[in-house]
């Protein structure tokens, strides 16, 4: 993503939280300490890189999915992956969110929690693109047990 569109985005986020008091309040709530208005200004022009979390808890709290949708764009389509490297990718992120579970099950520190959060959310989406690879070689959709499969 090109740091100008994602300043762009975080920035709509922002006015859609109802500005940067509120903005700050609501990713402090989510990521358990203080966010500085010039931290938003900062990332708003430009001049820094969108914080994931940051993102998220924006999204979360405006019902904007703006970076979600985005992401689901500009990826290839999912019938072209290699699913063998997806396979070892989807491996892997699952790994590493149950290993940050633990630490964070162990130390319950906010910033383990946070971080575990993050890898689920990347174990999530790769088990989503294996999901979508099946679905693009099968016949097309599956669906869920339970909704009619």
């Known amino acids: 993503m090109q740091p100008m569109i994602a300043a762009q985005m975080f920035r709509n986020l922002v006015r859609q939280a109802q500005g940067k008091e509120a903005a700050a309040a609501m990713i ?12 938003l200004s900062r990332i708003e022009h430009g001049n820094a890189e969108v914080p994931l979390l940051w993102a998220w808890a924006l999204m979360d709290g405006t019902g904007n999915r ?6 689901v764009q500009t990826e290839p ?18 790994g590493e969110s149950l290993e940050a579970s633990l ?25 989503a693109a294996m999901a979508a690879l099946c679905e693009a070689r099968s016949t097309g959709p ?3 047990r339970g909704q009619g499969g």
């Not at 402090?28 to 500085?36: E, F, P, Q, R, Y």
């Not at 946070?114 to 989406?125: G, I, T, Y």
């Open 103 to 127: 630490r964070a099950a162990r130390s319950e520190t906010a910033q383990d929690w946070a971080q575990a959060a993050v890898e689920h959310r990347e174990a999530a989406d790769k088990h």
């Open 28 to 39: 402090s709530s989510a990521v358990g300490h203080s966010i500085s208005i010039g931290s």
């Open 77 to 94: 389509p999912p019938g072209d992956a290699c699913p063998y490297e997806l396979i070892g990718e989807t491996s892997r992120e699952h």
């Open 142 to 144: 599956v669906p869920l």
């Open 66 to 71: 703006c970076f979600d949708e985005y992401r």
